[in-house]
């Protein structure tokens, strides 16, 4: 299996996806502190909260329509908006004109765009690709991402000061050309039944899609199990890097000599340096094994390695056990996700998608969470409770894939029918 052999989709759609995230990365992760500049911290993290929680409601809203009226129009509408938001935050930071509540309402803009077509877009992923293609298409969509949102930080953190005009100007330009490629070049993968329901009628058909997910058991736990070992990986910059930073004196590192906060620096660099090494030889290596044992023995390593971070503050150990964890991560998250891809019927797809987007706000939750209780705790009882999450998320994984691997081989029996 190769990039080649993918649908025109699935390929319009990592390179689109490279380039956008590539160009935000510059942009949005600081943001905060652009907000903070204009209207204080305090109203900054409210405005933040605001902008996550509608993003959150919009996806519901977006999995449901993109389930019926189809994949396209939701990510063509979805893009245009997106263009017209980031060309107005563009003309609100020019050296013309400045305009931060303008700035943050596009914000929230593009947070409705993302919750719109977020569903449809891993929906339609699904919807053209095979069961064996989809842990090379997912490994190649993590490492794709990950390195365009480190190579962007880093060029972001010396451009965005200076330069912001600059940066949307980039960032409108990518997304006029993501708007461009779903009009002319991606083709529609789910055709929806047609249905004359009213305005209430959509609406109490949105409750009814949503709560035949709640449903279905299987996914729930299965969503459960992926928000407990998903939380494990916002610990670093949450509960580890601020214990680093209190508790971890200056060691020598090399030809340094660095502190706790400069640890959890090298520690995240390590990451993704080598997320971005292992990604290009891992998945080869392991299509040979069985994706229970894969998901389960990787989620356990991925524990472990986390559960030691929150404890030690030897540095062999912390980059050591970061490059255990690394592997793992490397090695579960495209299984994660095959498996993932398994789950949902055809007519409720991005329904499905959207529920399971949550999972990235119910592990910053989590992760919040241990942060106040690691105001009061010692850090022995911090990291047992870290390592129990995370092992809690590894034991329902290995109670729940005989049912996965029987979803998906009636998938794949369907498909070869």
């Known amino acids: 299996m190769r990039f080649r052999d993918f649908h025109k ?20 992760p600081f943001m905060s502190i652009y907000l903070a500049v204009h209207f204080g911290a305090k109203i900054a993290g409210l405005l933040l909260l605001i902008n996550v929680g509608v993003g959150i409601g919009i996806n519901f809203i977006g999995g449901y329509f993109a389930d019926q009226f189809g994949r396209k129009r939701i990510m063509l509408f979805a893009e245009t908006l997106r263009f017209l938001a980031f060309v107005t935050m563009m003309i609100c930071n020019s050296p013309w004109f400045e305009s931060p509540g303008i700035t943050f309402a596009m914000m929230t803009v593009n947070s409705i765009c993302w919750g719109l077509a977020g569903p449809a877009n891993q929906a339609m992923l699904i919807d053209v690709s095979t069961p064996p293609q989809r842990k090379l298409m997912y490994s190649i969509t993590y490492w794709a991402n990950n390195l365009s949102i480190a190579i962007g930080g880093i060029i972001g953190a010396f451009l965005f000061k200076d330069y912001l005009f600059q940066l949307f100007l980039a960032l409108s330009v990518a997304a006029a050309i993501a708007a461009l490629l779903v009009a002319f ?13 009213t305005p ?209 081989s009636e998938v794949e029996l369907k498909q070869a029918g």
């Not at 989709?9 to 949005?28: A, L, V």
């Not at 070049?185 to 329901?197: K, Q, R, T």
């Not at 870290?386 to 729940?400: E, N």
């Open 9 to 28: 989709n699935i390929k319009i759609r990592i390179i689109e996806s490279f380039i956008s995230r590539f160009i935000g990365s510059m942009i949005f």
């Open 200 to 408: 209430g009628g959509h609406v109490l058909q949105l409750f009814s899609n949503y709560k035949k997910v709640l449903h279905d058991k299987l996914f729930v736990m299965f969503t459960v199990a992926g928000v407990l070992i998903l939380s494990m990986e916002f610990q670093l910059t949450n509960y580890i890097g601020i214990r680093l930073s209190a508790e971890m004196e200056t060691q020598q590192f090399l030809f340094w000599e660095i502190d706790g906060v400069q640890t959890m620096g090298f520690l995240r660099s390590e990451n993704t340096i080598l997320v971005a090494i292992l990604m290009l030889f891992i998945t080869r290596w392991t299509q040979t094994f069985k994706d229970k044992s894969t998901l389960v023995w990787s989620c356990f390593f991925f524990t472990i390695g986390y559960g030691v971070l929150s404890y030690s503050n030897n540095l062999v150990i912390l980059f050591v056990m970061m490059a255990v964890l690394t592997v793992a991560e490397v090695i579960r998250v495209p299984v994660e996700n095959a498996y993932m891809a398994s789950i949902p019927p055809d007519d409720a797809r991005s329904s499905y998608m959207a529920f399971n987007g949550l999972k990235f706000n119910l592990s910053m939750l989590i992760s919040s969470v241990t942060v106040t209780l690691g105001a009061f705790l010692p850090s022995v009882v911090m990291t047992v409770l870290i390592t129990s999450i995370g092992l809690v998320g590894t034991m329902i994984y290995f109670m729940i894939t005989p049912g996965l691997d029987e979803r998906k």
């Open 185 to 197: 070049f991606i083709e529609e993968s789910y055709a929806p039944v047609d249905s004359d329901l």
